[in-house]
């Protein structure tokens, strides 16, 4: 297996701990040095509209890391405009709705998003890489390419969701597939969303892939084994 693929850990659940007693413990930005030593390349985080796990003070403390801070947001002028303000190294834009529990699914670039346009121009302009958080289908990246993307990340849900063997090499098939037309059209290629460590090293060899999100499941194991050891085995499987 190749060892060029980064392993980007996404602190969300920390906060959503910390959000739980609205205390100043467990810290996101502790854990985040924690991750950096453990081997995490960079850091995520998804400053959500009801800010339900990350705060906007976590969001500024973050980008003031040594650390590569790779930030998911909606493409809505309020949350662009703070992204702007904190500069991240990069932004994935992703779908989001009020009640859902995590994000469902890639954007629909079949339609026009408001707001995706003005977004990922403004980004371009800032000079934060922007990725698209997409499902692994070909006339998604293609308009993401259309837009002017970086950079795709795949949903691996279903491939995650996948029942069966025969189910999740079809869906492993659609994210590889996806990848090729990706590096074809000079996009970068990342994914996430649904990993954990028994689903991940499949989706770690898809060629061309340079980065993988990773978040739910790395906090749910540290609870057990420490937050140093959840990365640096994550990490592991995906080197
Ligand atoms: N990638 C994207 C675009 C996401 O929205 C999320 C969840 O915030 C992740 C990756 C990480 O997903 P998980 O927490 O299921 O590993």
Redo the contacts with the bound molecule.
Sequence with gaps: MGNAVKLGV?I??VATLRQARRDIDPDPIAAANVCRQAGADAI?C?LRQDRRHIQDKDLFALCKLKTDIHL?IAAVPQMVRLALKAKPDSV?I?PEHPKEI??QGGLDLAKPLPGLPAAIQAFKKAGIEVSL?IDPEASMVRAAKKLGADTI?L?TTAYCEAEGKKKAKDELERLELAGYLAQELGLGLHA????DYHNVQAVARIPHLSAL??????VARAVFVGLKSAVAEMKHLIS
Aim: aromatic share 8%; glycine share 14%; net charge negative.
């Design positions: 996404n969300d659940h995520v998804h998911e994935c992703v995590t994000t958080f990340e949903c996430g969303h649904g990993l999100n990773i978040g739910f499941s790395i």
